[in-house]
């Protein structure tokens, strides 16, 4: 594909995103653990997959391998700067994920993840245990994380796009 992407001359011009939408819905814990390799023992493991992101404009570039928690609430934050697409990040709850904002996945059940740790179920892991944590920075994390819950579940139900473009 991308080899006749180039001979067409529209390579720098074409961008391919491939990414899941869910987990295989139905498999049992034993069948996703045989699946992942790994025990899916939570929403975090049990959710997690890949995202397949080119564009002939990023071919110049070794490979760009994301490694900081991400979620599909960040592909079209991503695709927009991408696309040199005008957009007001505060309207997105997700980020670029080429940009320098702090990693933030979470779930609709409050559940969240960082370069710093995971929270689910009113407890707090830390990704290194050697790394000291910022004052408040779970207590912050879980606002933030509610406020964006908030925002995702009003945005549709207040008709808040068109309140904002009219």
Request: proline share 5%.
């Amino acid at each position: 594909l991308v080899t006749e992407l180039e001979n067409k001359g529209i390579a720098d011009d074409t961008v391919i995103c491939i990414s899941t939408d869910h987990f295989p819905y139905g498999l049992e814990d034993n069948e996703l653990t045989e699946l992942y390799g790994y025990k899916a023992d939570d929403t975090f493991k049990r959710d997690h997959s890949c995202l397949i992101l080119w564009c002939g404009e990023l071919e110049k570039y070794d490979p760009i391998i994301v490694s900081s928690p991400t979620f599909s609430l960040d592909i079209l934050p991503t695709l927009s700067n991408l696309f040199g697409t005008e957009f007001d990040s505060r309207l997105m709850p997700g980020r670029d994920v080429f940009s320098d904002a702090p990693a933030l996945v979470f779930t609709t059940g409050y559940a969240w993840k960082t370069d710093y740790g995971t929270y689910v179920n009113g407890k707090f892991t830390p990704t290194y245990e050697e790394f000291e944590l910022p004052e408040g920075y779970v207590s912050s994390i879980k606002s933030i994380v509610s406020n964006k819950i908030l925002y995702c579940r009003n945005a549709p139900e207040c008709d808040y796009l068109r309140y904002l473009f009219g």
